[in-house]
């Protein structure tokens, strides 16, 4: 951070004192008025229970504009890495900071490539769940299972086996997923080949059967890493901090992974494109539309437009864009007429219209067109959240390694404004 000495003064009026602040500006985006010494000086504490005007840390991983809908990961606009990079490149730069040379790629790709089986022991983890146990349930506890298993990778002070460890997710995380998916069919699990780049391994373990060859379409290929890096970072979102809180506590990596998977399995956050899919089929037809938007903005109606507004998007999500092309790419590829995406862009075209929406600045989110473009490829919608905390893993680790290396790193610990029981003497049961 950058302090030009800046300052913000605070007058509590009642008391007429005045309090300086100083303020920090970061490179891009918003300056910070630091107010880690509020609490000593005035006996004040601060009052954002949604965090929504809050800086919770200092970063330099991912960088977001809800205004302009900008959203870039270490300075590459989102645009160009879906473009022109791919997932595992976008792993190694969120990870590192900085796009691999040649040889940097190579020995990253290796590494990822050799750590991508799973201990053969965690196969009999999965087989104590239902066969109908909802894919997420399933995500949470292997992954907070792995810290079972890699004993030598838990030290969080050894930055060796901080490495290890962040390598080990990165590479298993799709075999679990594919794993979990296999499991939830009653299908064997498929090994994991190095021959195959990260995303067509992926599908490969998702969709091969021992029973037959299965050659990796290379546009749904394509599409998934694309739908990869679109889902990899994204500042301090829900999950995001989940993961650093938990890491605060110096908990594992493997445990602080698995936090951020239970939070972003809410439909409010990356829950979501399943909650849009199960939407779309709730409205069935443009016909119905009229009636979902007047549901939205009903107030005594818990109904919401999912995969509408974002908290930090006040323009276009700049995800959503890129997955509406590719939403037409799968489908024209695949030869599918699906209704949900007639529908969805019907419902997006209404919306964008409605002064409700408008005001409140509701675009379509990532989470808008992700489900029709999985559905379209074959995952069933319990699995679209899987995938999103798959691509999400990098992200989380990402931040939880620059949480963990800063030199000011402490436990988080928020207070609150107490507005319960003042003190009381207790009453025995026989007088109560
Ligand atoms: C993700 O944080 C991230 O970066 C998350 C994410 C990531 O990559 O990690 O981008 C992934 O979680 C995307 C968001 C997916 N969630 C959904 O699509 C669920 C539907 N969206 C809403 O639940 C909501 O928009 C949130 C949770 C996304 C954002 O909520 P905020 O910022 O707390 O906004 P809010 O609830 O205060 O809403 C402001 C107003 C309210 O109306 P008023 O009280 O002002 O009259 O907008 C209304 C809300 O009722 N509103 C909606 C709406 N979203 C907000 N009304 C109808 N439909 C909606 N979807």
């Known amino acids: 951070m950058d302090n030009k000495e800046k300052t913000a003064t605070l007058t509590i009026n009642n008391t007429g004192e005045t309090y300086e602040f100083p303020i920090f500006d970061g490179s891009v985006g918003p300056d910070v008025i630091d107010i880690r010494s509020l609490y000593a ?117 050894d930055l060796e086996q901080r490495e290890i460890a962040t390598h080990r997710l990165v590479a298993k995380i799709p075999t679990l997923a594919a794993s979990t998916y296999k499991y939830s069919i009653g299908q064997p699990f498929i090994y994991p080949r190095n021959d195959l780049n990260y995303a067509e391994n992926f599908l490969h373990m998702c969709f091969s059967v021992p029973t037959e060859e299965y050659v990796v379409n290379p546009v749904l290929a394509r599409a998934m890493d694309r739908i990869m890096i679109l889902h990899a970072d994204h500042e301090q979102n829900a999950s995001t901090s989940t993961v650093r809180l938990a890491g605060s506590s110096k908990a594992n990596p493997f445990a602080c992974i698995a936090s951020g998977v239970a939070s972003l399995w809410g439909p409010a956050h990356g829950g979501a494109n399943e909650a849009v899919l199960t939407m779309l089929e709730e409205i069935g037809s443009v016909d119905k539309i009229p009636e979902f938007i007047k549901r939205a903005k009903d107030k005594d109606d818990p109904f919401r437009l999912m995969g509408f507004g974002h908290r930090v998007y006040k323009n276009h999500d700049p995800r959503a864009g890129v997955l509406r092309g590719t939403c037409h790419e799968v489908l024209n590829e695949l030869g599918i007429e699906d209704p949900h995406l007639a529908l969805a862009m019907e419902l ?82 026989d007088d109560r």
């Open 348 to 429: 997006e075209r209404i919306a964008l219209e409605d002064e409700y929406f408008i005001k409140r600045k509701l675009f379509p989110n990532v989470d808008f067109y992700s489900g029709i473009i999985l559905k379209a490829m074959g995952f069933p919608t319990s699995m679209f959240t899987v995938l999103f905390s798959l691509s999400r893993t990098v992200g989380w680790i990402s931040q939880w390694k620059e949480m963990i290396a800063e030199p000011t790193q402490k436990i988080g610990r928020p207070r609150q404004l107490y507005t319960g029981a003042t003190t009381r003497p207790y009453v025995s049961l």
């Open 41 to 157: 000086q005035t006996g004040h504490f601060t009052y954002d229970p949604g965090f929504t005007s809050t800086a919770s840390c200092e970063s330099g991983i991912t960088y977001i504009d809800g205004d302009a809908g900008i959203l870039s990961h270490r300075g590459y606009s989102i645009e160009e890495l879906t473009e022109k990079s791919n997932y595992l490149e976008v792993c190694y730069l969120l990870l590192y900071g900085e796009l691999p040379s040649k040889e940097q790629n190579a020995d990253f790709t290796n590494k990822i490539t050799r750590h991508s089986l799973i201990h053969e022991q965690l196969q009999y983890f999965f087989r104590g769940f239902r066969r109908d146990a909802h894919p997420m349930s399933i995500m949470v506890a292997v992954i907070g299972a792995l810290s079972a298993f890699y004993h030598d990778s838990l030290d969080i002070n």
